[in-house]
């Protein structure tokens, strides 16, 4: 079963717009991950914030999490057509790793 | 970051036959490798942990003789469909946690096989 839900399930945002996808999960955490994954292809690692970190930055990308509403929040800036892609959140069920449902992103040129 | 490689990367056979599909670590070894199933515009369904040296850890639901796990060496794990059916077809992708310093957890997947079921 999916440990998380994602909002909004699908975005379409110009480029050089913003994109936030947010992730909820259910129960408690180490840590939470977000994945890209292309169109039929597998799942590449973008960053991992701990369950003691609040914000995390990597390049365009950066992550909240709050644990207290059990949410994490992806935004990118400054969207380019190459960050069409469906991201996922992901939490550690034990030494499981569950997905959430996934954001579709589509930046338009 | 760690490789992992996955093969084929897709697939067409006739209803009832099997097919095989290999997941290797290339420069890492993976005491564990993980087995999920995705449907179109869907999420990854994780179907199996899979263990080095010994069976595969099914999650609820997944037939295990109908999906053959084999985990016989610490770069190699390999998902077999059995007697397949079309509504077997899916995206099959297989991931393993590289472990240790300077890696917290993440998963590093393979590229995903696409099987289709005539």
């Known amino acids: 079963s999916q440990q998380g839900e994602e909002d909004p399930q699908a975005l379409s945002i110009q480029e050089g717009e913003n994109a936030t996808m947010n992730c909820s999960y259910k129960t408690s955490i180490n840590n939470l991950q977000w994945y890209r994954q292309n169109s039929g292809r597998g799942l590449v690692h973008l960053i991992l914030i701990r369950s003691n970190e609040r914000e995390k930055h990597s390049g365009r990308l950066r992550v909240t999490l709050d644990t207290s509403k059990k949410s994490s929040s992806l935004l990118i800036t400054a969207s380019r057509a190459a960050d069409t892609a469906s991201y996922f959140c992901a939490t550690d069920r034990g030494f499981k790793t569950i997905f959430g449902a996934g954001t579709r992103l589509f930046v338009k040129a | 970051g760690a490789v992992v490689s996955q093969h084929p990367s897709r697939v067409i056979c006739k209803s009832g036959t099997s097919v095989k599909i290999e997941c290797r670590s290339l420069?890492?070894?993976?005491?564990?490798m993980f087995w999920y199933r995705q449907f179109p515009k869907q999420s990854l369904m994780l179907m199996a942990t899979?263990?080095?040296?010994?069976?595969?850890?099914?999650e609820q639901g997944v037939e295990k003789d109908k999906f053959l796990i084999n985990h016989a060496s610490l770069t190699l794990s390999t998902l077999t469909v059995t007697s397949a059916h079309p509504e077997d077809s899916s995206f099959y992708i297989c991931?393993?946690?590289?472990?240790?310093?300077?890696?917290?957890?993440?998963?590093?997947f393979g590229e995903g096989s696409r099987l289709t079921v005539l």
């Open positions: 899979s263990n080095e040296g010994s069976k595969a850890t099914y």
């Open positions: 420069d890492f070894q993976a005491t564990t």
């Open positions: 991931s393993a946690k590289r472990t240790g310093t300077g890696f917290p957890g993440e998963l590093f």
